[in-house]
């Protein structure tokens, strides 16, 4: 059954030249027919780089979001419509704005877990695979608003030690479940094996950890690790890939609740369904878009890889 929506799927994207692209976290049947599978980071270069007509994003409402912003003239087609990011929710551009009035001058540094009307109020974006290095970049006297992850603002004010890092105060609901022991009790089981973290787990969390990277950096760590066992602290999807990818190595979850709700929206079914019907398509109007391109370009070209 799923290989016949399998090939629908492939027949369909032919026709309408699209392009699959898939977020760590989504479902293991859903990354395996992704053209490109991988973090914040790369989704939003692969989506600044396609030249297909449509972009079918298998992830949440923010990412498609970036993607409609970077390419106007191509549709953009999210498998569930009701795929949103509870942190990107945190914070409206009308609290964004009063946040911004209390720091005249600052720069706002915004997270891509984040509305496009938000990255149109912001300067610069980052995602967790540069946050530090986009923000080690700007003088150290300056002072910088980090919107919306306590989290990752915390990590990046501790790696640059910089306390003039104004955090606001969202937050990822499944990462935040991630308490320090889960981690102490998975070491217990585990003896040895390295801890590779999330940095939108909490600081107390972070501090714990062997290696802290996104989404893609653990994947790259896990691989180039000899280790052969290891403790994965981030949204469960994460472990499918490890698996697949890393044969005969051991991947434990550090707690058996590290599901996003969100990106296990999309199915193969509705993959097919949106490309069958054109639609639900996710559009940014063009005066947000075009204040929203502005910081992540400027975070695209400030990043190396
Ligand atoms: P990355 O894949 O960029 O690490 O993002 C994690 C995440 O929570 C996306 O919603
Ligand atoms: Fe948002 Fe967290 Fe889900 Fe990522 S894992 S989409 S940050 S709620």
Same mark, same amino acid.
């Given at each position: 059954?799923?290989?016949?929506?399998?090939?629908?799927?492939?027949?369909?994207?032919?026709?309408?030249?699209?392009?699959?692209?898939?977020?760590?976290?989504?479902?293991?049947?859903?990354?395996?027919?992704?053209?490109?599978?991988?973090?914040?980071?790369?989704?939003?270069?692969?989506?600044?780089?396609?030249?297909?007509?449509?972009?079918?994003?298998?992830?949440?409402?923010?990412?498609?979001?970036?993607?409609?912003?970077?390419?106007?003239?191509?549709?953009?087609?999210?498998?569930?419509?009701?795929?949103?990011?509870?942190?990107?929710?945190?914070?409206?551009?009308?609290?964004?704005?009063?946040?911004?009035?209390?720091?005249?001058?600052?720069?706002?540094?915004?997270?891509?877990?984040?509305?496009?009307?938000?990255?149109?109020?912001?300067?610069?974006?980052?995602?967790?695979?540069?946050?530090?290095?986009?923000?080690?970049?700007?003088?150290?006297?300056?002072?910088?608003?980090?919107?919306?992850?306590?989290?990752?603002?915390?990590?990046?004010?501790?790696? =640059?030690?910089?306390?003039?890092? +104004? /955090? $606001?105060?969202?937050?990822?609901?499944?990462?935040?479940?991630?308490? !320090? *022991?889960? @981690?102490?009790?998975?070491?217990?089981?585990?003896?040895?094996?390295?801890?590779?973290?999330?940095?939108?787990?909490?600081?107390?969390?972070?501090?714990?950890?062997?290696?802290?990277?996104?989404?893609?950096?653990?994947?790259?760590?896990?691989?180039?690790?000899?280790?052969?066992?290891?403790?994965?602290?981030?949204?469960?999807?994460?472990?499918?890939?490890?698996?697949?990818?890393?044969?005969?190595?051991?991947?434990?979850?550090?707690?058996?609740?590290?599901?996003?709700?969100?990106?296990? =929206?999309?199915?193969?079914?509705? +993959? /097919? $369904?949106?490309?069958?019907?054109?639609?639900?398509?996710?559009?940014? !109007? *063009?005066? @947000?878009?075009?204040?929203?391109?502005?910081?992540?370009?400027?975070?695209?070209?400030?990043?190396?890889?």
């Amino acid at each position: 059954m799923s290989q016949e929506i399998v090939d629908k799927i492939n027949k369909l994207k032919a026709e309408r030249n699209a392009v699959i692209l898939v977020h760590n976290y989504q479902r293991p049947e859903v990354q395996d027919i992704g053209d490109y599978v991988g973090d914040s980071l790369g989704l939003s270069r692969q989506a600044a780089a396609t030249d297909a007509d449509v972009i079918v994003f298998c992830g949440v409402h923010f990412m498609a979001e970036t993607a409609a912003s970077l390419c106007p003239g191509k549709t953009v087609l999210i498998p569930d419509e009701h795929a949103g990011c509870p942190m990107a929710n945190m914070v409206t551009p009308r609290e964004l704005q009063a946040f911004k009035d209390q720091y005249p001058g600052a720069i706002v540094v915004t997270y891509v877990n984040s509305t496009a009307a938000t990255k149109a109020l912001s300067d610069i974006c980052v995602t967790s695979a540069n946050a530090v290095e986009v923000v080690g970049k700007i003088p150290a006297d300056q002072t910088v608003l980090f919107v919306p992850d306590r989290n990752l603002g915390s990590y990046v004010a501790s790696q =640059l030690k910089r306390d003039n890092i +104004v /955090l $606001w105060q969202g937050y990822c609901p499944t990462h935040e479940r991630i308490m !320090p *022991e889960h @981690i102490v009790a998975a070491r217990l089981a585990h003896p040895g094996a390295p801890v590779v973290i999330h940095p939108e787990c909490r600081p107390d969390v972070v501090a714990m950890a062997d290696h802290v990277g996104s989404t893609t950096g653990i994947l790259n760590f896990c691989r180039d690790s000899s280790a052969r066992e290891f403790i994965i602290a981030t949204e469960s999807g994460m472990l499918y890939r490890l698996e697949k990818e890393n044969p005969g190595k051991a991947f434990h979850p550090a707690s058996p609740i590290l599901d996003c709700p969100n990106m296990k =929206l999309a199915t193969l079914e509705k +993959v /097919l $369904w949106c490309l069958e019907d054109m639609a639900p398509v996710v559009t940014v !109007p *063009e005066e @947000i878009a075009e204040k929203a391109r502005r910081p992540i370009d400027r975070m695209l070209e400030m990043t190396e890889n």
